[in-house]
Structures are given as C-alpha cells and as structure tokens.
C-alpha cells in the first residue's frame, strides 16, 4: 500500500499557521508602495531578500538562486487588479496561492500509479458498485492519520492482490475487506470481525490479511497492536507487504508518540509529545531508508523523520535535513509542490528557530533577515552584529550572501551607509540572479538614503537590461519611479521614452502628486491607455474644483469627449472593489435632488465661485455636489504615507475645499438668504450625523457650537422643511 496519504511534509498547518508567527493576522491585504521596508507585511511582499518580505519569499528567492525553486509568473488576478496592486509589491498568496494539505505524502517516483480502483476490483471478481464513493470526512489536521485511508492507497493493495499468487476466493475476500476499511477510520470489534476475512488459508494470503489486521489496528489507534502485526511480516516472501510494513512500524510508532500531542483544531503542544515511542519511530525509519534507499517509501520517509525532529524540538537536526533536502534533484522531493516544502521548512523551523541552530547559509540567512526588523526598544533581538560577523565561516560557500547580511544590518538596523556600501559590490554582476539582485538594490537605497538621486536612477537604469528573473524589472519600475518622484522629476515618469511602464504605479502618481500641467499633458497624449488618459483627466477637473482653481475648472472642461465613457475608473482612481467614478461626473446637472434645494449644472457653479465674495447658493450647491456624489472622503483627497511612492506633497495649489467650510461661510454671510442660510445650518449640523464626527470635513465643532445651530435652524427658519425635518443635533 502506497501510503499517499502520508505526511511527506510531517503535516504541515499550512498558511494559517504560518502567518500567525511570521505575517500578519488582517485577511484583508492592500498594496503598499514602499520598497525600503523594515516590518513584515505579508500583503507587499518584494523581489529581493528584505527583512520586510515573509520567511517564505526570502527562502523561495534563495532557493531559485540554486535552481530549487521558481518565482511563477501569473498575471494579476480579478481581485489583484480591484485593489489596485501591480506584480510588484505582491500579496504572499501570488506565490503561495494554494495551502498545503496538512496530511499528504507524495509517492517516490519510481512506483508507477495502480490502476483505477473499481476497474481493479473488476478484475478481481467484485462488483464495481463495491468501491465506496470518494468522500472528504477525515479530518484535515496536523494530528489525523486517516488521511491516508483513501482509495489511492486502496488501489495499490489491490492491485499487489493482482500480482500475488492467491486464490481467487481469497483474494476476493481480501479485496473487499480493504474496500470495506474506506468506510470509516475507527471500528468496535465486532465491525472488525464482520470486515477483517478469516477462511484465508494460503501463505500469500495469510500475509495480506496479517497486514490488513495491521492497517485497521493503526486507523483504530491501536498502535501497539498494529505494531506487532507489522513486525510479524519482517519475514514475508512478498517483497510488497515486507517493504510497506517494515515503513509501517515507524509511522505507528510516530501516530502513538503524537496521539495526545494536537487539540481539535490539529494545533500541537509539544509537551505532551510521547518521548519514547518517538524515539523508535527515528530508528524504525532510519532503519527502513536504510534497507530500501530507493524505496517507494523513502520521500515520505524522510519527510516522517524531519517531522519526529520537529516533535522532539530538535532544530538542529531538523535544519540538517532541510539542508539535505535542498541539495537533493528534485526526484529526492516526491514530487511533492514547491509551496508545500517551503512552507513546511517555515513551519517547522523558522518559525521557532534561533541562528545558533542552524549551520545552513540559506536557512541562516532567511532567520538573519527576520531577526533585522523593527524591533521595539524593550524587544531583545536574538542576533547582534557580532553574532552576524561570527557566522561568517558558515558561509564559506557564500560568501556574496554572509556580506549582503552584513550590509543589510547596516542599513537596516545601524543605519551606517558607509559601512553598506563597503560591504557591498561597486561593479555591476554578469548575472542578476537574485541575490545579485538584492545587493545592488541595497546599494541604490544607501545613494539614495545619501540623496545621490542621480547616481542611484544611473544604477537603476543600468541594471534594467540585466533584469530577466521574475519580477526584476517590475521592481526596478517601481524604485525608478520612486527616485523620479523624491527628487523632483516626476515628468520622467511619464516622458515619452520612460522605462516606467507599470499602469498602476503611473495612475497612483498622476492621482497623488502630479500638478495641473502634467495631468493636462497626459489627458492629451494619444500613445497611453486610455485608461490613463481618463485619469488624468478626472483627476485634473476634480482637483481644479476641489482645490478652488475654477477658472482652470471651466477650461480644462473642454478636454472632456463630448461623450464621456460612462464606465466607472476604479483602481486608477484609488476606489477597491468596484464603486468608482466616471467622467461624467463633470457634467453634473445640478437640480432639486431629495434635499429640494435647486442646484445649477456643475459648470454654473464654477462660474459663481469665481466671484468675491462667493454666492451662498454657489457655496450650498457645491456641497450637494460634492454631497450627492459620495464625493466626501474621495480617495483622491487622500495621500500615501511619507516613506511610500506617492506620499510627497501634492503638486497642485490651493488647500482642499471642505463643504463644511462653505456652510458655515453661508451662516455667517448677514447677506445670506433665508432659505440659503436655513440649508446651510441644516447641512451643517448633519455632517455630525449620526456618529457625532466630521463626515464633511476635518474641522472640529464643538457640541456647543452645533447646539447653536440647531436652535437657529428651530427658531430662525422654523417654517422651512429642513427645520420641522430635524429632531436631533449630535
């Protein structure tokens, strides 16, 4: 029986378990444009070993570098482009989109597939309706063995039952009680008797039932008593039965040190972990990779053998056979996924580890980049530079790697430029592969930390053409337009020969930062896509009137199609998951609405904000604009944070209009109409609706001010509909 089922992984929790230790707890995950990071964020993950990234990534980059991994090049997803993301930063699910299945062993590759089960149950003289459907009701935990009672597994016993010399009633008999044991994953003894066959008189058979009596005494937690079955076949003529049951005795042994050892959710305490038969489980399986080197047993073997280092908390030996497994051809792996092994390793190890247990350089330098984040000042690191320059003779072979940490260290956590810069190569590499790639990056962040913009966008641009591992150039995008950005050349962005091509990282700048004439120029330019044309545009007309440029406002009008798409700009605009805004926006017609206040087009009130002093209707009815679009904590309104592309001051004038501002120009205009002056209150007083904060602004009123407009609002304007339609202030 080839035990698919198996843990080739030692049953790893998955994702879940390991963003709880390394990532963060919010699901919810949304582009952050900031390359020079020193706290984890698993929503932004980036092409270069940064103490920032998830242990996983930095791994996954290490082991590309020795032609152990890949960096997949999906595009983005539905849900990637909703929010906004480019290929770089990444969410950590681009790379590791899909859990390991926590109780899975991949067979060794040199067992070819049995047949299907109910064609050999046919061929056996069974019915075919005899096989049980397909069911998932095992459970998926770290602790479950009887994920491994399958019909995968099903099939090779039967097909064995083919090749052996049994008779055929026999072998039938034999076949269906296999067939029976998919039923369930724990039997009383009378199922047992009624399942287990007993007129099994021929030596073959014998052996088969003895190891059926084996099997259902280990999926029933009888682990002593499958034990002794499975010793019993050490001398069985059947190469088959005496190789599965020799790998047996060690997972039996491995299932009884672990039975008390997880909860019901598959979480584990280590404590509780038997000592004894864990200690015989190693032997058992350096026993059978021993005997069957080539076994079709011995990838799952050894990933059995890793897990009793995890349950014996023994980091050291553990981290061995993680470097082991490294140097393996892939065949050594079982086929099992890249994600699965890299997420057990980061599980397993990196989630508890300290550097001191660990003799592997890529494994050591994946927990020196961890132990090189933000620490608070009462949070004692493991690592010292010290410690850091004492590994040194560990990364004999990789040299490169040990004096990337060093510069690493020195940036991140000294913050010494100088002593990066030497630890790093001056010259550029024939080969960006990605540690390559990580050291000249550092060296652009330590030019620009020292405001050598010019010699930092000198070594981007030279290293673009060296850029063709996944990813590569998407960064160098990113670091380019962040240098055009912070040294005050953004129309390098955006000149007609800018290697800065990324869609997303463009529309963030246009939406953000860029002033008036450049959002003019690309609102023209016929060789972008339209949809960044479209935001230009839309971000040109709604901060000419929200920033009080409204002369600029009714002339850059005419640069709207005289039929506007209809179709809401999303993402480009800074909106996730759908809402949006279209152009049409700007063509706005004004009217009574549900307020039954009579507002022009938005054009018309454009024209009357240009006069001094500005008309209350014009002021009312620009709030209903900005009301009656949800235009109030606009995402354009907003700005990125200092350290994130982007986050430089906005380059259009004027400070941002608050309609709150206008309403309480209007309450104190002595000019002001009745019913002008009535809505102005009535607004006013409803942008602390319900929750008692500012929903149309940034301005705290003090309760008693707004107290005050409610009793003018009641009194003063008592006969008008906004007056007898308000109970409350808040």
């Given at each position: 029986?080839?035990?698919r089922?198996?843990?080739?992984?030692?049953l790893?929790?998955g994702?879940l378990a390991a963003?709880?230790?390394?990532?963060?707890?919010?699901?919810s995950?949304y582009?952050s444009w900031n390359l020079?990071r020193?706290?984890l964020?698993?929503?932004n993950?980036l092409p270069?070993l940064?103490?920032?990234?998830?242990s996983?990534?930095?791994?996954?980059l290490?082991?590309?570098?020795?032609?152990?991994?890949?960096l997949p090049e999906?595009?983005?997803?539905?849900?990637?482009?909703?929010?906004g993301y480019?290929?770089?930063?990444?969410?950590?699910?681009?790379?590791?989109?899909?859990?390991p299945?926590?109780?899975?062993a991949?067979?060794?590759?040199n067992?070819?597939?049995a047949?299907p089960?109910?064609?050999?149950a046919v061929?056996?003289?069974?019915?075919?309706?005899?096989?049980?459907?397909?069911?998932e009701?095992?459970?998926n935990g770290?602790g479950?063995?009887?994920?491994?009672?399958?019909p995968?597994?099903a099939?090779d016993?039967l097909?064995?039952?083919?090749l052996?010399?049994?008779?055929?009633?026999?072998?039938?008999?034999l076949a269906?009680?296999r067939?029976?044991?998919?039923?369930g994953?724990?039997?009383?003894?009378?199922?047992?008797s009624?399942?287990?066959p007993?007129?099994i008189d021929?030596a073959?058979?014998?052996?088969?039932a003895?190891y059926?009596?084996?099997v259902?005494a280990f999926?029933?937690g009888?682990?002593?008593?499958?034990?002794?079955?499975f010793?019993?076949?050490?001398?069985s003529a059947?190469p088959?039965?005496?190789?599965?049951?020799?790998?047996m005795l060690?997972?039996?042994q491995?299932n009884q040190?672990q039975q008390?050892a997880?909860?019901?959710?598959?979480?584990?305490?280590l404590r509780k972990?038997?000592?004894a038969?864990l200690?015989?489980?190693?032997?058992?399986?350096?026993a059978?990779l021993?005997?069957y080197?080539?076994?079709?047993?011995?990838?799952s073997?050894?990933g059995l053998?890793r897990?009793v280092?995890?349950?014996m908390?023994d980091?050291g030996?553990l981290?061995g056979e993680?470097a082991?497994l490294?140097a393996?051809?892939?065949?050594a792996q079982?086929?099992?996924d890249?994600?699965q092994?890299i997420a057990?390793?980061?599980?397993k190890l990196?989630?508890?580890a300290h550097?001191a247990d660990?003799?592997d350089?890529?494994?050591?330098a994946?927990?020196d980049?961890?132990?090189?984040r933000?620490?608070?000042?009462?949070?004692?690191r493991?690592l010292d530079l010290?410690?850091?320059?004492?590994?040194?003779?560990?990364f004999?072979?990789?040299?490169g790697?040990?004096?990337?940490?060093?510069a690493?260290?020195q940036?991140?956590?000294?913050g010494?430029?100088e002593?990066?810069r030497?630890?790093l190569p001056?010259?550029?590499?024939e080969?960006l592969?990605?540690?390559?790639?990580s050291?000249?990056?550092l060296?652009?962040?330590?030019?620009?930390?020292?405001?050598?913009?010019?010699?930092?966008e000198k070594l981007?641009?030279?290293?673009?053409?060296l850029a063709?591992q996944?990813?590569q150039r998407?960064?160098?995008e990113?670091?380019l337009?962040?240098?055009?950005e912070?040294s005050?050349r953004l129309?390098?962005?955006?000149a007609d020969?800018s290697p800065?091509?990324t869609?997303?990282?463009r529309?963030?700048?246009?939406?953000h930062v860029?002033?008036?004439?450049l959002l003019?120029?690309?609102?023209?330019?016929?060789?972008v896509?339209a949809e960044?044309?479209?935001?230009?545009?839309?971000?040109?007309?709604y901060k000419?009137?929200?920033h009080g440029?409204?002369?600029?406002?009714?002339n850059?009008l005419?640069?709207l199609?005289?039929?506007?798409s209809?179709?809401?700009l999303?993402?480009?605009?800074?909106?996730?998951y759908?809402?949006?805004?279209?152009?049409?926006?700007?063509q706005w017609?004004?009217?009574?609405?549900t307020?039954?206040?009579?507002c022009?087009?938005?054009?018309?009130?454009?024209?009357?904000?240009?006069?001094?002093?500005?008309?209350?209707?014009?002021?009312n009815c620009?709030g209903?604009?900005i009301?009656r679009n949800n235009?109030?904590g606009?995402?354009?309104?907003?700005?990125?944070?200092?350290?994130e592309?982007g986050?430089?001051?906005t380059?259009f004038?004027?400070?941002?209009?608050s309609?709150l501002?206008?309403?309480?120009?209007?309450?104190?205009d002595p000019?002001?109409?009745g019913d002008?002056?009535?809505?102005?209150l009535?607004?006013a007083i409803?942008c602390?609706?319900?929750s008692g904060?500012?929903g149309?602004g940034?301005?705290?009123?003090a309760?008693?001010q707004r107290k005050q407009w409610f009793?003018?609002?009641?009194t003063?304007?008592?006969?008008?509909?906004?007056?007898k339609s308000?109970k409350y202030?808040?």
């Open positions: 029986m080839r035990l089922g198996l843990p080739y992984l030692a790893t929790l994702l963003q709880q230790a390394n990532a963060s707890s919010d699901d995950c582009p020079k020193d706290t964020d698993v929503c993950s270069f940064s103490p920032g990234n998830d996983r990534v930095n791994l996954q290490l082991l590309a570098d020795g032609g152990r991994a890949t999906r595009p983005l997803s539905d849900d990637e482009q909703q929010l480019a290929l770089v930063p990444f969410p950590l699910t681009r790379l590791f989109d899909e859990p299945q926590a109780d899975v991949a067979p060794s590759g067992a070819k597939p047949a089960l109910a064609e050999l061929r056996i003289g069974l019915p075919a309706d005899s096989v049980p459907a397909e069911t009701s095992f459970a770290e479950s063995r009887c994920r491994s009672n399958n995968a597994t099939q016993f097909a064995q039952l083919l052996a010399d049994v008779p055929a009633a026999e072998r039938q008999s269906r009680a067939l029976s044991l998919l039923q994953c724990q039997w009383d003894d009378a199922q047992l009624g399942i287990l007993s007129d021929s073959p058979g014998h052996d088969f003895t059926l009596e084996g259902a999926y029933n009888r682990f002593s008593d499958a034990r002794q079955r010793l019993s076949l050490g001398g059947l088959w039965v005496q190789e599965t049951a020799r790998y060690g997972r039996s491995l040190a008390n997880f909860d019901d959710m598959g979480y584990p305490d972990v038997d000592r038969p200690k015989v489980a190693e032997s058992d399986f350096k059978y021993e005997a080197p080539q076994g079709r047993y011995a990838a073997a050894k053998l897990r280092y995890w349950l908390n980091q030996r981290a993680y082991w490294f393996q051809p892939e065949s079982g086929g099992a890249q994600a092994w057990e390793v980061d599980n990196l989630v508890t550097p660990v003799r350089p890529r494994l050591l994946v927990l980049l961890m132990q090189m933000h620490h608070e000042a009462n949070e004692a493991a010290a410690g850091l320059q004492g590994q040194k003779a560990l004999a072979e990789q040299p790697l040990h004096d990337y940490l060093l690493a260290w940036l991140y956590v000294e010494n430029l002593q990066a030497q630890s001056q010259t550029l590499p080969k592969d990605y540690l390559a790639f050291q000249q990056t060296r652009g962040f330590s030019l620009e930390a020292g405001n050598d913009w010019l010699g930092a981007w641009l030279q290293l673009l053409p063709r996944p990813l998407e960064q160098l990113l670091a337009a962040f240098n055009y912070r005050d129309v390098k962005v955006f020969n800065v091509r869609p997303a990282i529309e963030l700048l246009l939406r860029a002033g008036p004439e003019r120029q690309q609102a023209k330019a016929e060789a896509p960044e044309r479209d935001t230009a545009l839309f971000s040109l007309l000419d009137l929200l440029h409204y002369a600029n406002f009714i850059d005419a640069l199609p005289a039929e506007p209809t179709k809401p999303t993402a480009s605009l800074g909106f996730v759908g809402n949006g805004m279209p152009l049409t926006l700007f017609p004004g009217g009574k609405g307020s039954g206040y009579d022009p087009a938005i054009r018309d009130i454009a024209v009357a904000l240009q006069q001094q002093p500005q008309p209350p209707q014009a002021l620009f209903e604009f009301l235009l109030d606009f995402p354009l309104d907003s700005q990125p944070g200092p350290r592309l986050g430089s001051p380059l004038d004027g400070a941002l209009y309609r501002d206008g309403y309480m120009k209007v309450i104190a000019q002001a109409g002008d002056k009535a809505y102005a009535f607004r409803n602390y609706a319900p904060y500012n149309c940034r301005q705290d009123i309760p008693a009793r003018a609002l009641k003063q304007y008592a006969a008008t509909s906004w007056a308000l202030y808040w």
